[in-house]
């Protein structure tokens, strides 16, 4: 299979922590990489390469693999954490890349 | 800074086509694959297509298939999608994106502002 899934919508109180999953068959042979997307603006790389940050991504986010579900964790969640978020993986030919549905996180 | 900005969107009629413009800036353009990736209004994020260093390979999402070409211009640090046949279900926000990965990940690092192209009569 090549499709990733992810639950369309998640809160978490402020300052609590909240985990985002994704699952598919894909995941069980490569790592997920997760998106950041606010409204309007263009999708912001935040982990890849299963628990690496990019440089200037907040130390609260951290990614982590089991099987076939790939996890993405805010510890301590912001307001600012609020948007939607998406992960990818290269789906099981490894030629193409596939995005899950997107997570819209809501701060409470 | 490592910049990537799309250009050519814009409104076509179902049928007609649109070739669309990613202009690569602060890395070394022919070392990294660059994928288009889609967003259709209030929804997820859609991987188009892909090239390679050298254009020598090419992958598309199925959807698009014998309609879109990829492809890139090394000496111009600039990438391309030509859209034909379009169809209103094309209709989205078109992101570029540096794209990288390893034996066993992948990722789309950084990405462009997008450009709309829009599907209608």
Aim: with cysteine; aromatic share 12%.
């Amino acid at each position: 299979s090549s499709e990733l899934t992810q639950d369309p919508a998640v809160s978490v109180a402020l300052g609590q922590t909240v985990r985002i999953t994704c699952q598919g068959d894909s995941l069980r042979s490569y790592y997920a990489s997760w998106y950041q997307q606010k409204p309007g603006q263009a999708p912001v790389l935040v982990i890849y390469d299963k628990n690496n940050r990019p440089s200037g991504i907040p130390d609260r986010f951290s990614g982590s693999s089991s099987g076939n579900t790939a996890s993405f964790t805010i510890t301590g969640a912001r307001a600012e954490d609020e948007a939607d978020y998406y992960c990818n993986s290269r789906d099981s030919s490894g030629n193409h890349r596939v995005f899950g549905g997107g997570t819209k996180l809501t701060v409470l | 800074e490592v910049q990537l900005v799309e250009s050519g969107g814009g409104l076509v009629q179902p049928g007609g086509s649109l070739r669309l413009s990613c202009a690569a800036s602060g890395f070394t353009f022919s070392y990294y694959w660059m994928s288009w990736v889609r967003q259709a209004p209030g929804k997820g994020l859609e991987w188009v297509a892909n090239i390679k260093q050298d254009g020598s390979e090419k992958y598309y999402v199925d959807s698009v298939k014998g309609r879109f070409t990829i492809s890139r211009d090394n000496a111009k640090n600039s990438l391309y999608l030509q859209m034909n046949s379009l169809r209103a279900e094309d209709t989205a926000v078109y992101y570029c994106a540096r794209d990288r990965f390893t034996s066993n990940s992948g990722w789309f690092d950084p990405w462009g502002q997008g450009t709309l192209v829009t599907v209608s009569s």
